[in-house]
């Protein structure tokens, strides 16, 4: 398997634009902003992005990735 396919950074900028509409489909639906934001669903996906991105960076600097794009 091809680690440059699924950790690059188009696919950082996929996962945050998927986390902000669900965040704006959350807002539609409740009309509450302190309940979209503080929210433990979007915790997690805040968490699951920070992963993501932490293990982009240590991928990058082990050399399994050229860069990031």
């Known amino acids: 398997m091809n680690v440059e396919k699924i950790m690059n950074g188009y696919i950082l900028i996929a996962l945050i634009i998927i986390i902000l509409l669900g965040r704006l489909?959350?807002?539609?639906?409740?009309?509450?902003?302190?309940?979209?934001?503080?929210?433990?669903?979007?915790?997690?996906?805040?968490?699951?992005?920070?992963?993501?991105?932490?293990?982009?960076?240590l991928v990058k600097k082990q050399g399994k990735i050229d860069s990031f794009w």
């Open 25 to 57: 489909l959350v807002y539609a639906l409740s009309g509450d902003v302190t309940k979209t934001i503080n929210s433990f669903s979007f915790f997690c996906h805040l968490m699951g992005l920070a992963v993501y991105i932490y293990c982009l960076f």
